[in-house]
């Protein structure tokens, strides 16, 4: 039997982020997006966690096997801020005008959510989240040192499972 090595790709950097909003979703339940899509080049970190709850099934004395559902990915998000637009549009708030209000009852908005990744070889990774609603941020001021801080925030985009899939990969690398 022939041994195969392929080339290792890595990651070098995170580059973009995207939104895109859903306005609805049709009769076999696919997401409907806005034509808008919202890019933002301020990310310093994503981290993903993938939350599955598992079962072990035994029998004859033994794990016969592991039952795991995938229930939904949660995306840490570390960026230098979100564009207000974005923001407000994702946690409910109403913008009017300068104005941006926080309802007491705000509504669950989703979107979907993307970012792009440089590889070694100088190719793009893209992964994209169909369908995703923003978690709860504290929002943290802070006065201004004579030591040099970079800004920063973080956000919690939690990816809802869609057609059993949370995530798509794109590798610009494999596209013949």
Known sequence: MPFET??????????????????GYDENGKPQYEEKVYESDVVTNIKSTKTAPSKE????????????????????????????????????DVREGAFSFEPTSPKRVHFAYGFAKELDDGTKAFRWYPDCILGNFDDESKTETADLNEPSATYSITALPYKDSCKTDYYQSDVA
């Open 6 to 23: 392929p080339k290792t790709q890595y990651e070098t950097t995170v580059q973009n982020q995207y939104f895109c909003f859903i306005t």
């Open 57 to 92: 099934i035994y029998a004859s004395g033994k794990m016969y096997d592991q039952l795991m559902k995938r229930k939904n990915t949660v995306i840490e998000l570390t960026a230098l801020g979100m564009p207000r637009v974005v923001y407000d549009k994702a946690s409910g």
